[in-house]
């Protein structure tokens, strides 16, 4: 539905006040932005707005944000966009510009006139993405080898300028570089890393045309990433300030021989393979890494006896399908394990949870939607062998668990100090019941953080869920304890309560995110302090 708006200007004269911000306020208002199909609506708020998008220090050409019969549309926008610039002077910040195969030799001379105009305008970053996938690329133009006040530099499936290794690079500014999908060779790779004294991050990601990383000597590089799927034979890096490694082996090959011994600040590794693993292979690989802190590893499933040791590592983050029983820790400065059967865990998640964790050994779980009930069971053996986890973190999505079952199994529950259980999307009463009553078989916590939306099911269903987690933490400690509870939101207000029915008279209407932690307290003179901020 349409609103008509009617502005009445009995004595007063019209103020675009709009237009009468500052520069800088308006082009931080359009960066938030996302195309310039947006960028072109909203210049109708102002009759200076208009002009203002074409000079904005962070500019964008992407041919996905138009249609494919608006492809003159696209161009058109670049040539008005140079237009402007051409007589306008300032700096160009970012510029990230993305296109496909070109039909008319016009439109890459086109592209090569925005490149080399944009070039001039003291440009720090600079992100150039070729998404035809053709056989012949986009080559970048040479003038790009001059730049010096780039500090960011990202190319997505282009050719590097012909005159790369004639000219000289001049990059005395650039902090990260990033290839993805470009050729590269063996010479290039150490021309670059020794023309850029300053680069921080080299990310060469799915780039072919090296078998060998050499990279020596070089003092400021502190960030290093390969992905690969054609065989690495050798990676060498002297780089006494190089603290994280990521490694991606997308091949069925044998792992590259690796000197990384004097990289003595290399704490974090992320290492992704498909290839087969055991304890043997595993430890012959770790040996190579001395002073590994942080480790995040994804393996494949089909693997035997995985046994970590290590004195120096103090996070550990795996994501397979390996069984419990098939995975061993000895580490015994670990203070934070993360398992995951879902591959998109963020290295930074790890590093969050690693400082949170520096007082108890902790322990957190994203299993499989289709885990059954003797998943549980299994996580309690692993907890009794690899003795020391206070902390229990659960991401639980299962559809469906048969507690019958697990009560087969009469073992006394392994003692935690807390555990948090995150049930965001189950979608049923009975699998929300299901999964308290099997967490509460196997594990006896002194404190239980519930964290949910209950968007599934009704307010009366959610409040059968608190009260049945109450009364199975009571039932464990056979009525012989007192339950303090705190009700926080995403607004991060505690309410504090001492029985179950005020709880359910706080609890909110709406389906805010909310944490209900329980502690349970034997009595005033034993009760200790409850488990804060996990």
């Known amino acids: 539905m349409e609103a008509n708006i009617i502005v009445h200007t009995n004595t007063t004269t019209m103020v675009d006040r709009i237009s009468q911000l500052p520069e800088s306020v308006v082009h931080h208002i359009l960066s938030f932005l996302n195309s310039p199909r947006d960028l072109v609506r909203i210049s109708v708020l102002s009759r200076e707005w208009f002009a203002i998008t074409a000079s904005l220090p962070y500019l964008e050409f992407n041919i996905h944000h138009f249609e494919l019969y608006e492809r003159n549309v696209f161009f058109n926008y670049v040539a008005y966009t140079i237009s402007r610039f051409r007589n306008q002077n300032f700096c160009l910040h970012t510029f990230k510009i993305t296109i496909d195969e070109f039909r008319d030799p016009k439109e890459v001379d086109a592209i090569d006139e925005c490149l080399g105009l944009m070039l001039k305008k003291c440009m720090q970053v600079l992100v150039i993405n070729d998404v035809s996938h053709r056989m012949s690329r986009y080559r970048l133009p040479d003038v790009i080898l001059s730049i010096s006040s780039l500090t960011s530099l990202t190319i997505k499936h282009c050719d590097l300028p012909s005159s790369l290794m004639v000219d000289g690079v001049k990059f005395k500014s650039l902090k990260l570089l990033k290839l993805v999908g470009v050729r590269i060779d063996e010479k290039i790779i150490n021309y670059l890393a020794n023309c850029c004294t300053l680069l921080e991050k080299l990310y060469l990601i799915f780039c072919d045309g090296f078998t060998k990383f050499c990279v020596y000597g070089h003092q400021n590089l502190r960030d290093v990433r390969i992905a690969y799927h054609k065989e690495v034979e050798r990676i060498d890096i002297e780089a006494p300030n190089l603290s994280y490694l990521f490694l991606n082996k997308m091949c069925q090959t044998r792992d590259p021989c690796m000197n990384l011994a004097k990289c003595k600040k290399l704490t974090t590794l992320t290492f992704v393979t498909f290839t087969y693993l055991d304890t043997e292979v595993l430890s012959e690989f770790l040996i190579r890494f001395p002073f590994i802190e942080n480790l995040i590893l994804y393996i494949p499933r089909d693997c035997n006896k995985l046994t970590f040791s290590s004195d120096t590592l103090r996070t550990l983050a795996l994501c397979s399908r390996c069984e419990f029983e098939n995975i061993m820790i000895d580490a015994p400065n670990l203070l934070f394990f993360m398992y995951s059967h879902h591959p998109n865990y963020p290295s930074s998640h790890l590093v969050r949870n690693s400082a949170e964790s520096k007082t108890q050994k902790v322990m957190e779980c994203y299993p ?112 012989q304890t007192n339950i303090q509870i705190v009700l926080s939101s995403t607004s991060k207000e505690e309410k504090h309560m001492s029985n179950l029915t005020s709880l359910l008279k706080a609890l909110p209407s709406d389906q805010l995110t909310q944490t209900i932690t329980f502690f349970k307290l034997k009595s005033r003179s034993e009760g200790s302090e409850p488990v804060k901020g996990m």
Not at 386 to 414: C, M, W
Not at 454 to 470: L, P, Q
Request: with cysteine; net charge negative; aromatic share 12%.
């Open 368 to 479: 499989d939607d289709d885990i059954g009930s003797l998943w549980f069971q299994q996580l309690r053996e692993f907890l009794d062998k690899n003795n020391g986890f206070k902390v229990l973190k659960l991401h639980i999505s299962a559809s469906f668990v048969d507690v019958a079952e697990l009560k087969r199994i009469q073992t006394p529950p392994y003692e935690l100090e807390h555990i948090v259980l995150e049930l965001d999307t189950i979608k049923e009463l009975s699998v929300y019941t299901a999964v308290v009553d099997a967490v509460l078989w196997c594990f006896c916590p002194r404190s239980l953080s519930l964290t949910s939306k209950f968007s599934f099911i009704n307010f009366a269903e959610r409040n059968h869920v608190v009260k049945f987690t109450y009364d199975k933490l009571l039932q464990q400690e056979q009525g």
